[in-house]
């Protein structure tokens, strides 16, 4: 193990850098990795190796962006001949999933700052960094995709100045390297190309060089006990679950015995079973760990993260891992529709719901799970939307059924005024759509910060607008910006309440009776709004089959059939004349909810109904408030 003495009694890991990749959602991060892996000879010349290896999860290839924060290690030899280890940890660029990037950011001693050579630095760009400055880490900008026709390079390189002194760093964090890369290529160069050209090195070698001069080695002080940090956890079918480390001090060694301490402060002696170390991206087993390693261990099946494995001699507990407060919150409990235990084999009982939830907080850390005045329901929190349809979509697709409500968010009281969360909103559009847009998000209450106008024909603006008026924003913005709109959206802190907000202008289509839906009876319907449903799909009373285009709800009639007469005819001239039904995907129909709604999900489909299925209570309901 290689080590230059520093002063103060510490020394380094010269064979060793940490690092944490971080950008905005679709810059180019995995595929930065993936070239990295491929020049440091870590698969074979003829190996079939998937594009984006990192994102290994199905919902990560799907949705194009990475959820968990996972590490890789490359092997690069210098032109002197030194090997040296770069340990790289790929995080999430999505503010949803900050509780991943906070993990990963605890592992590692620098970060590459990838950043756009045309978008620029976006909002889950001030995210990322914003925690990085936070924790003194170097940073090394990169700039990708040189080669787009529409690369700024010189504006971007600008813009990413002014971000890092809008997030107040200091003279060594601004006086920062940057590369330029074109990652897709596998090309990287110190000297800025001209606007859509390539670098003029033919590989990553500039990329490497910079990160042995830029990040430091990892230091520790010799002869100090063990102290080893546990930021995540995986499970393997043989052995259990695995708890992901950064050693920070000392030496551990497979079946030594190590002191476990908890997260409340209690101690006890455990046996690492199993000691493994990353190898680009397999796991291999090794004999011992020193600092600075990023390893696995087995043999506690109940370590959490956060907890630290020391020297059962001299037991120092690591400081815990913080996390920003959850923001958005929903329900989540058992199917209570008509239609519930229809899928062969569905996961229906309120037992195995909280046992999901409880195994998702074991891995979780920006999550909570808070018990609700219902034995079958609970509150679940997280940091936005999207992380909690994440969620979902997974139990979704672990067979379990599901009631979801209307996403709302967590307030706070503050000098006894009510707070709610706040993004910071950065939408790029084309100029004629500058007007719709502007005037929708008035309507949520946003306040325009900025506006930039490029000469290209598209306009970005940033705003500030409560979390709330974010809910249902994005199916709204790409249809006044018919498709072309780019939103990005990241948490901003608290501000107080903004008041009432009317976020959907439209009602709900709401069937009646139980039955199958009829082309007949569709047919009538649609000059109402729009159906969310096909000739012959199952319905119940409460359920929601379509949009009504006026602001109130109509109860109707969807399972309607044609009166039989002696007079025949065909119903292929309906069919034909029927408009094809808008399908809502998961997060679509948890937009389009109202405070009244909720979501049923399904291994096989996911339907909007009513909270309160019966329509004569809902009308109840209903004259008791306009009395009121």
Request: charged letters at 25%.
């Amino acid at each position: 193990m290689p080590t230059a003495t520093t002063a103060h009694n510490t020394a380094r890991r010269t064979d060793l850098r940490n690092i944490a990749i971080v950008a905005h959602v679709d810059h180019g991060k995995t595929t930065l990795v993936d070239a990295m892996l491929w020049q440091s000879g870590a698969f074979r010349a003829n190996q079939d190796v998937d594009e984006r290896v990192m994102d290994s999860g199905d919902l990560e290839r799907e949705k194009g962006i990475t959820i968990l924060a996972k590490n890789t290690a490359v092997r690069y030899t210098t032109p002197a001949g030194e090997n040296i280890v770069i340990n790289i940890v790929d995080t999430p660029g999505h503010a949803d999933f900050g509780g991943e990037v906070e993990r990963g950011l605890s592992m590692v001693d620098g970060v590459l700052l990838l950043v756009d050579a045309s978008e620029g630095p976006l909002p889950q760009t001030r995210f990322v960094l914003r925690k990085a400055l936070a924790a003194q880490l170097p940073v090394i900008l990169v700039i990708n995709k040189v080669d787009r026709p529409d690369s700024r390079i010189a504006e971007v390189v600008d813009d990413t100045y002014e971000l890092f002194l809008d997030l107040d760093a200091t003279e060594e964090q601004i006086d920062f390297p940057i590369v330029y890369a074109c990652a897709r290529e596998g090309r990287a160069s110190l000297t800025r190309p001209a606007d859509g050209s390539l670098p003029d090195s033919d590989t990553l070698e500039p990329l490497f060089t910079t990160i042995l001069d830029t990040i430091p080695a990892p230091a520790y002080t010799p002869g100090a006990p063990l102290q080893a940090h546990v930021t995540n956890l995986d499970a393997s079918p043989f052995l259990g679950r695995l708890a992901l480390c950064r050693v920070h001090q000392g030496e551990i060694r497979k079946g030594q015995q190590v002191a476990w301490i908890r997260t409340d402060g209690s101690i006890e002696h455990v046996k690492v079973t199993e000691l493994f170390l990353t190898e680009a991206l397999d796991r291999k087993p090794a004999e011992k760990a020193g600092p600075g390693d990023i390893i696995a261990i087995a043999g506690i099946p109940d370590i959490m993260i956060g907890e630290t494995l020391a020297d059962p001699a001299d037991p120092r507990p690591l400081p815990p891992i913080t996390v920003d407060e959850p923001a958005i919150s929903m329900t989540i409990g058992t199917n209570t529709s008509p239609l519930v235990g229809r899928v062969k084999g569905a996961k229906v009982t309120a037992r195995l719901v909280k046992e999901r939830l409880d195994r998702e907080l074991v891995g979780n850390v920006s999550l909570r799970v808070l018990p609700t005045d219902r034995p079958d329901t609970w509150e679940v929190q997280g940091r936005g939307e999207l992380a909690l349809a994440i969620l979902v979509e997974q139990m979704r697709r672990e067979g379990y059924e599901l009631t979801v409500g209307k996403p709302q968010v967590v307030t706070k009281v503050i000098d006894g005024q009510v707070h709610e969360p706040v993004e910071r909103l950065t939408v790029d559009i084309p100029e004629e759509y500058l007007g719709a847009v502007t005037q929708l998000l008035n309507i949520r209450k946003g306040r325009m910060e900025t506006m930039t106008n490029h000469g290209t024909g598209w306009v970005r603006m940033d705003w500030t607008v409560p979390s709330r008026g974010l809910i249902g924003f994005r199916t709204e913005f790409l249809t006044e910006t018919r498709g072309t709109g780019i939103a990005h959206h990241v948490f901003d802190g608290y501000a107080p309440w903004f008041g009432e907000l009317r976020t959907r202008a439209t009602g709900s289509l709401v069937a009646d009776r139980s039955g199958k839906a009829t082309a007949y009876a569709m047919f009538g319907l649609q000059e109402r709004g729009t159906l969310f449903v096909e000739p012959g799909t199952e319905v119940y009373e409460g359920m929601v089959v379509g949009e009504n285009s006026r602001a109130d709800d109509i109860d109707v009639n969807i399972t309607k059939e044609r009166k039989v007469s002696n007079v025949r005819s065909s119903t292929a001239e309906e069919l034909e004349r029927l408009s094809p039904p808008r399908k809502l995907s998961l997060e679509e129909a948890l937009e389009f909810c109202r405070e009244d709604e909720c979501v049923e999900v399904t291994p096989e489909a996911v339907r909007i109904r009513k909270v309160i299925l019966d329509q004569k209570e809902r009308a109840r309901i209903l004259a008791h408030r306009k009395r009121r």
